[in-house]
């Protein structure tokens, strides 16, 4: 029985997956490699590159493409144990190359040749291993080598190298093309050489004819994937689903398949193939999904670390543009990286990491706050959000400073510490929606909280607006432009209750003078706005 894969290059028979050959522009690969190319192929973790690539060996090795090539596809990872060891670094990728040639080719040659040649130099083994398998195969060589960009220090210097180094003797005596695969694009490698060198990947590699980037699944392939799931079992899926999926996703390949695993598989009852998959057991599998910290969103999750990411998040969060300082270059990695797009405007690259995004960065915070969920809840079982803000009004007056400056991200630190204290509160029970983005200069929530513990979301639900903005300049102005923001939001998403919430961050002004409530109306629509 098929499933939605989430782990691992995908297979016909065990996954539902669309024709990995669909995912790039087939046409103009075969026409790189004909014209003897090589070139880079680039995509963030668990988008589909190894399915990819095994696919584009097939077909290059079938007589479908009038089988003229040897193709051999290589995962080269476990030299980035090695890391500047030469010797260690190119026997394993020796040994790797050769070991495939045997499973996927059927052919033994190169480990006969490492079994006679592999205590040659260690800077010259790949280039003449290479050079001997291109000389004595009966098809020019196709290279497609995999994770390149794992490798460290002088093991990757060495292995640019020895590929440059045979690349003028193409295709008699070395491979006719080759394809370097990775997360980034070989100009973004900062190799830190033994001797304390950087040495970047273009210098290193000056013979790439191109990169190019395997993208996200298109809205329609999205739901052709979900939808193979009704085709193999009968289970229905609401239409309503899929346009919430793609907001969620952006087409993502491992989201979209992570939240297909969840609503059909890990929600046991929905084993069923009977039991439709409706928008709320959507929902609600979006919500463990976001909560699991998978691997993935784990790893996306760590990027967030790196300083070349830091400035254009950290702008992100706190919807400023005057406060990106960053290169090109950089803005360029984080792109590659999957965290963002920058068309038409650069913003988070999908929901599920918009909102993954301020929860892992306060997810220490969330874990320290005392503050309980039953003591906002009146006796209808609705959050008692005038209590619960004036708490925090009082909890970010007693702990703002120590809190503020634990975060890495100082820049959004008042957005993100109501953020982590509404989670404390909310985890478990209801959902927090994010909007955020460079130039808003606001972030908006969106709280639903389901006031029948037992129907959960089918019952009755609360729906609570609130729209966070950092006081810049004077509060009249902030207030009035404030309101009517949270007044157009609060009518988008047909909530209850709305409030605003504006940061004083002058450090010259008094608690006193910061810390204030009143209600305001704009229309029909009482919107509460604090000072804090």
């Not at 394993?92 to 495939?100: E, F, L, N, S, V």
């Not at 790196?306 to 290169?327: C, F, M, N, Q």
């Amino acid at each position: 029985m098929k499933k939605f894969n989430t782990a691992g290059p995908s297979i016909a028979g065990d996954h539902y997956m669309i024709d990995p050959l669909t995912r790039f522009d087939l046409p103009e690969i075969e026409s790189l490699i004909d014209d003897k190319r090589y070139f880079v192929l680039h995509a963030p973790r668990q988008t589909g590159k190894t399915t990819s690539l095994l696919a584009l060996m097939h077909h290059l090795n079938a007589k479908g493409s009038k089988g003229q090539y040897r193709a051999l596809y290589a995962n080269i990872e476990g030299a980035q144990a090695a890391r500047g060891n030469i010797e260690s670094g190119m026997s394993a990728i020796t040994q790797a190359i050769a070991r495939q040639s045997a499973y996927y080719l059927k052919d033994l040659q190169l480990q006969a040749w490492l079994a006679t040649n592999g205590k040659l130099d260690p800077n010259e083994r790949l280039t003449a291993m290479l050079a001997h398998w291109a000389q004595t195969t009966d098809k020019p060589v196709i290279l497609l080598l995999d994770e390149v960009d794992a490798l460290v220090g002088d093991t990757l210097i060495s292995l640019l190298r020895q590929i440059r180094a045979g690349y003028a003797q193409r295709p008699e005596a070395f491979p006719l093309a080759m394809i370097l695969c990775g997360v980034r694009d070989v100009r973004d490698y900062r190799i830190h050489t033994a001797h304390h060198e950087i040495i970047t990947g273009g210098s290193a590699f000056n013979i790439k004819a191109v990169s190019l980037r395997l993208g996200n699944l298109t809205p329609d392939e999205t739901r052709a994937l979900w939808q193979q799931h009704t085709d193999a079992t009968g289970q229905s899926i609401d239409p309503a689903i899929y346009p919430e999926l793609w907001q969620d996703t952006a087409g993502q390949p491992w989201l979209v398949n992570a939240l297909g695993y969840e609503a059909t598989w890990q929600d046991r009852s929905a084993r069923d193939r009977t039991v439709p998959i409706t928008l709320e057991r959507y929902r609600s599998a979006r919500e463990r999904l976001i909560q699991s910290r998978a691997t993935h969103l784990d790893q996306l999750a760590d990027k967030l670390k790196e300083p070349r990411v830091h400035g254009i998040v950290a702008a992100l969060l706190e919807g400023e543009t005057t406060s990106i300082d960053v290169t090109t270059d950089d803005q360029q990695y984080v792109e590659d990286m999957g965290l963002i797009t920058t068309q038409p405007q650069v913003c988070i690259a999908n929901r599920i990491y918009q909102e993954i995004i301020p929860r892992e960065l306060t997810w220490i915070a969330q874990t320290r706050i005392t503050h309980q969920q039953p003591w906002y809840l009146d006796t209808r079982r609705h959050l008692d959000m005038k209590k619960l803000l004036t708490a925090f009004q009082q909890f970010f007056r007693e702990n703002s400073d120590a809190w503020l400056e634990r975060f890495y991200y100082k820049e959004a630190g008042p957005q993100l510490l109501l953020q982590a204290f509404l989670q404390r509160i909310v985890n478990g029970g209801g959902r927090i929606n994010r909007e955020y983005g460079l130039g808003r200069r606001r972030t908006d929530l969106f709280l639903e909280w389901p006031v029948d513990e037992a129907l959960g979301y089918l019952g009755p639900v609360q729906r609570v607006v609130i729209e966070l903005k950092i006081l810049h300049q004077g509060l009249a102005a902030t207030q009035k432009q404030g309101l009517v923001q949270t007044a157009d939001y609060a009518d988008r998403c047909g909530a209850d209750e709305s409030h605003l919430m504006i940061f004083d961050r002058h450090p010259d002004k008094s608690w006193q003078e910061r810390i204030w409530q009143h209600d305001e109306m704009i229309g029909p629509r009482v919107i509460s706005v604090w000072g804090v």
